[in-house]
């Protein structure tokens, strides 16, 4: 079986966000929390619940931004 980029959902302390989602995002954001059920066995009752993994799981891996991110640190340590 394919190896889904998250895994189990994170239990943390959450921040109410407001988001609108086209369709075809909302369709592919069910049929992940589908596929993500089936290999974990555990049932998605909330697939918005995948959104921030996701989303975390994008930023750490985008180079530009952690080189954004990197730079924007060393100089706040420069002040």
């Known amino acids: 079986m394919t190896k889904l980029k998250i895994g189990a ?7 109410k966000v407001s988001v609108e989602l086209p369709a075809s995002v909302h369709t592919d954001l069910l049929a992940y929390a589908k596929a993500l059920a089936g290999e974990s066995g555990q049932p998605i009752s909330d697939p918005g619940k995948l959104i921030a993994p996701m989303l975390a799981r994008f930023m750490a891996t985008d180079r530009g931004f952690a080189k954004l991110r990197r ?7 420069d002040g």
């Not at 959902?9 to 921040?15: A, H, K, M, Q, W």
């Not at 730079?71 to 340590?77: E, F, I, K, N, T």
């Open 9 to 15: 959902l994170p239990d943390e302390r959450p921040v």
């Open 71 to 77: 730079a924007s640190q060393s100089r706040a340590g």
